[in-house]
Each structure stands twice: as C-alpha cells, then as structure tokens.
C-alpha cells in the first residue's frame, strides 16, 4: 500500500491549505485514515483521523479550524486546514491503518511521504 500525500506549501497566518493524501496499490481495505505533523526536535503528533464509518477524531489544537474528510471510496482523505497559525508549520504525514484480507484481522500500518506546511506570521 502507497500513500501519496500533497497539498502543502506556504501560506500567511490565517490563510487556508487543503491537504490530501490517497492510497493505493494492491487489495486492502481501510479502516481508519489520519494526518500527523512533526517539527524537527519534537515527536510526530496526531492532528485528526477518520474512521472507516466516518468517525471524526481531532486534537484540540485544531478543533474548529481543521477538517478531515474523505472521498467515497475511502481511500482517499483530506485535512482542510483553516485559520492557519505559525505554530502549525511542520511536516505533515498522512498515515493509513488497513487489512490486507479478509481471512487475516490484522491491521497494517502504512505511511505518506510527508508534505511541508510553512506559515508565514
């Protein structure tokens, strides 16, 4: 399974980013897709996720300016980044939990490539 991520790039405090990442490769089923960030020195962190039946999970920092949503195959979500601040600037990583069977119940965990939100103050 591949991850694709793009979307990112340079935007003033307040400004808007659309985020996406999809997965492909293979025959996998989703069960649950999210974006973390990470800034160099600091540990990779959750920003939001969404489950297979389309349960939304977002960390406070972001609640109420950040969405995550989905197409309708489920293999493909998005981070609709909103009132954006300096303090999110990180590289963003799309990240993806599947089965790869339907005779085998665990799950893989597969990563993107990352793509870099800078926001300018």
């Known amino acids: 399974v591949q991850l694709q991520a793009s979307g990112g790039g340079l935007v003033q405090a307040g400004g808007s980013l659309r985020l996406s990442c999809a997965a492909s490769?293979?025959?996998?089923?989703?069960?649950?897709m999210g974006w973390y960030r990470q800034v160099p020195g600091k540990q990779r962190e959750h920003v939001a996720r969404i489950t297979s039946d389309g349960t939304t999970y977002y960390q406070d920092f972001v609640k109420g300016r950040f969405t995550i949503s989905r197409d309708n195959t489920g293999n493909t979500v998005y981070l609709q980044m909103s009132s954006l601040k300096p303090e999110d600037t990180a590289v963003y990583f799309c990240?993806?939990?599947?089965?790869?069977?339907?005779?085998?119940?665990?799950?893989?965990?597969?990563w993107g490539q990352g793509t870099l939100v800078t926001v300018s103050s």
């Open positions: 990240r993806a939990e599947v089965f790869l069977a339907d005779w085998d119940t665990r799950r893989y965990t597969y």
């Open positions: 490769g293979g025959s996998f089923s989703v069960v649950g």
